[in-house]
């Protein structure tokens, strides 16, 4: 039963700090440990990193997408299959629920892939030197109009997302803050860029114009002085708020569902000593995310946490695309395969605004579900995929199975995936119909398609909806 | 920014450009591979993508600066006879049948030299004669097809109409092994030289498929402080220096294909490295050409003046030195008749074409 | 009584989005104008190949059941459709169609707006019915249930690999799976009535292609075969209001002749069966079709194609539409042009107020957010 426990628990770290892995990839982890699994994902440069140039061989035009889907969404979907340094894109993710940029409006899939590109690199790095990245990012400076913010004339835009949503949280600064916050980053701005027609698109180019930026004096939540922009990211992370809002932010995305970002000034987290462990984390280590990655996942708060998050889109389909297998190559169809998110209500790339994606039970609806449920079930149901392949060789071996065997080992192997009675029941009732599963006489392809029709079955279930 | 690059014994001096990006009709869509016919004629293989579809053949004739023309698209994107998913290679027998390898359905479809469609053959395995992402083709003498069997890392021998002859190699990264492979050339002895892409080398073998020789070796650059990084995979344009961001003659970074000229001067497109590697026969490298398109192909002019906004920005950009440079290109041929070297530039959807210029007299320096 | 019923039927509106710009010159075709000529070198339809619909305009011949529609009075032509600094990208052209916030990113869609007005208790959970696998933005708003229909409406469902016998044990598994149980939780509850919502559309959805039949015979296109299933739905009575489908891609930048001609053959084969359709089970008085897409194309072509522009066209359609122009056409003539574009006259919003408040009866202006003059295609 240990053992068991061990994969149940490797399983929640994997799911979390990455995209799920199968019970190979799970046995061989617990058998390294908890600890040295966790050092692993925060130690990415251990791994190899994703081969871009197999995927741009078979799909050239994942490079450069231009404004239209779905290449852009094949680049990162390929991304999210092959990566064998999960935790860093998982990073990459979240920070773009954080720092959510959309090509709604960026109209330009070959700048919002290099940002992500930039949270791959910074990810796990000082959130501090992140901020002053993204504060230069061009795609950003575009998204949130600050080419348009001049010494002359104030766009304050950029400046207030950068204090309400991307480090302190509404609340925690006043409209003077944000004018003056806003001033700071006159003069930011990028290089007019080459033009997409005749040969196709270029990337932009941070300029810092002194000539535009307003050097004046400025006072800002409580200091006074000339600030330019990376003087204010600097009073920023050091605000108590700063520290409050990012972990907030890491438990509602690693941990646990929180009611949705502009309910936070008014509902407490649901577990204040896990942010507090976790903002004494960040503070101690001077806005390393590390550090406070690696408290997370080795607490007691995370370990507790299992089905206690909603799947978001992107996760149903990585996990799902990673356990079944054979789409590691990019293959013609890929596109449709890489906008399922989207069908499922997060159109990666794309989020609806600035706010980013409302995340916990609000992933449901009666569309995504149905999409969700089906895609998984579609893949799962699969039996000639290699990692469904996987899963009915392991019960196979036992040469017949009764009912109860069945959904006890299908929830297991696709999991370990935990059921309420009532949803157990339902399962168990449904093998009963199918009686004894048997891969001896010639039955091997009825036995096949049970256990494929079994994991479509959890599939369905809502306790499958949470990882 | 030089037009003409010079170094021992040989000029190559920049032509013009073709192309623009255009999913069908007059432009190109991701060139994976490209061939000469007669008469200036040329065939590409266009990837497209899962937007447009513009996977599809294209056939045009090059022509001098502002003359190019576009004559026929055919193997459209599909299952049946005619169509193709995934074109790749191509290549064009005595007889101007064009021959077309499909990356995804394995085979090789025939059509004559208008893209009428004759006939297709090949099927899915790791048996003789069985084919798995076939890449480039070539035509030897005697009218037998060789393909670059990519997945099964060799390659075989066909008659015209797809019976097996021969075959050669397989997994490795010793002499005669290969990983990936991509493009293939024959030289006027019929010598084999094929872009061995994941081994980062060219090999040179025999008619007969025995190793004879290899050359290049993996390097590629990181991006130098103060670049241009025209992609996030480069190429690195460091304005005022043509060898900043690439890496030092010789090395290889994924190369996709080959192309000899009559005098024995090898042509290496250094895909991943974006320039063409120019190597001696012996495979000593010579020079690189890294792409200097500083006037507009026809094509792309007409893009330019159909769109006021975009002429407006090209006039206000601070350099349009990254538009000059090759990002990913994918295939090189050399033409005899006009002594060009011709380069898909894949990311940039053109050619550029260079002339190897054997009478250039030196200026005076004091011009 | 059928008379009655006909008669008191709620209006409903179906939407087919031209998705990538449609190229409105060559929709609409100013076939006098010289100015036409010489723009389009490259793409201009021959005069040969223009059916004129008076004297000043023609459509192309690809359109031909169009021309019948306008014959019969049934087909309100908008002309220069659009707002002004209409961005030339896809994404925000299309968004602010969809939200009608040109200004900053719009969160609500109209059309989901107008599905709140119609369902505000969600009683039916297919009022607003969506043919395609993405919830287009028009039809987003929180809380507001769509059915959207991803493959062909008799697969319609949950589980839709899993058919034959098995299909509906396994379905009542599902169902019972889905009941609420005691001490699960907000959210489990939550899921429960989402899923039994779900199944609860799938079984009224059902019901549509078993109570079809027809003598009209769709052509095999993906728009055709969208277009049938909403005429499926709309003809089972289902209480469905709002219909949604689009074609494309109208990003007609390179071959584009052949390509123009694929696209509006497909769409007007596609609208002509599916009012043939209606008006044979009498279900075509309450229906009215709008046609838009994000931005018409450059007044020049580049060779081949034709790139991103601003004023376009939108069609209105049906039996009980005033046929005719609305608005003009914006000057070809280069000092009135904006960066190469049509400059647009009639903002698209104008469209949709008539729409609402002349056809839906709703209060138009909370909707589209603010009030627009209304061409007067509806009464």
Redesign the interface.
Known sequence: MAYQDDIALMAHLMRRAGFGAGREELEARVAKGYEATVEELLDPETQPPVDAYTLLRYQPASLLPGGQPPMGNVNWMYYLVNTKRPLEEKMALFWHHVFATGNSKVDNYDQLLQQIELFRENGMGNYRELLVKVAKNPTMIFWLDNQQNHGTAVNENWGRELLELFSLGAGNYTEKDVRECSRAFTGWTFETKIPRAPYGRFPWRFEYRPEDHDDGEKEFLGHKGRFNGEDIIDIVVQQPACGKFICRHLYNFFVADEPQVPAWPIEAPQDQKAIDTLVGAFRDAKFDMKPVLRTLFNSDFFKNARFKHMKSPAEVVASTLRMVGGHELPKPGYGELSMQPTYMGQDLLNPPSVEGWHTGKEWINSGSLMARINFVAEKVGDTSLPGVRAIIDRIKTKGSVSPEQLVDDCLDLIGPVEVGADTKQELTSQAKEWGQISWGNGNADVADQRVGQMLQLIAATREYQFG | MPLTTVAEGRVYDWSHAVG????????F??V?SMCLAKDGILFATN??????FGMHVNKVRIGGPGEEE?LA?FCEYGEGDGKC??PFGVAVDGNDHVYVSD??QNTISVFDSSGNFQRKWGKTGSGDGELMHPAGLAVEKNGNIIVVDSGNNRLQVFTPDGRFVGKCGHGGSGDGEFN?P?GITLDKEGNIYVAD?KNHRVQKLSPEGKFLMKFGQYGSVEEPEGS??????GPYVMSGSETAGYPKPGMLN?PTDVAVDPDGDIYVTDW?NHRVCVFDSEGNPICNLIGDAQV??K????????????AK??R???S?E??YRLC?PTSVEFDPATDSVIVAD?????LQIYKKVRDYSDFQANL | MPETQTAQKDPVIVVLQLTGGNDYLNTVIPYNNPLYRDNRKAVGIPDNQIMHLDKDYGIPHYMAPMKQFWDDGKLAILHGVGWKDSPRSHFRAMDIWHTCEPVKVGTEGWLGRVAREFDPKKENVVTTVSFGPSLPRSLAVAGVPVACVAGPLERYGFLPTIQGQQRKQVLERFAAMYQPAIGTGPVMDYMADTGIDSLKGEDILKVAPQKYSSTVEYPNTPIARKLKGIAQVHLADLGSRIFYCDHSTFDTHAGQNPGHQNLWTAVTQGVDAFMRDLREHDHADNVVLLMFSEFGRRVRDNGSGTDHGAGGVAFVLGEKVTGGHYGEMPSLKPEHLVQGDLNPNMDFRSVYTTILDKWLKLNPAPIVNGTFEQPAFLH
């Open positions: 623009r990006n255009a999913a069908r009709g007059p432009g869509n991701y994976q990837r497209g993508n899962e937007n447009n576009h698209d998913i995934w990356d995804w990936q991509w892409w241009y990084p025209v992609t996030t995979f994924h991943g507009l192909s094509w792309g002019q007409q893009t330019v003046d159909a769109n006021p906004d975009m920005a090209r206000r950009v601070r349009l990254p538009q990913f894949s990311q940039r959807n053109r």
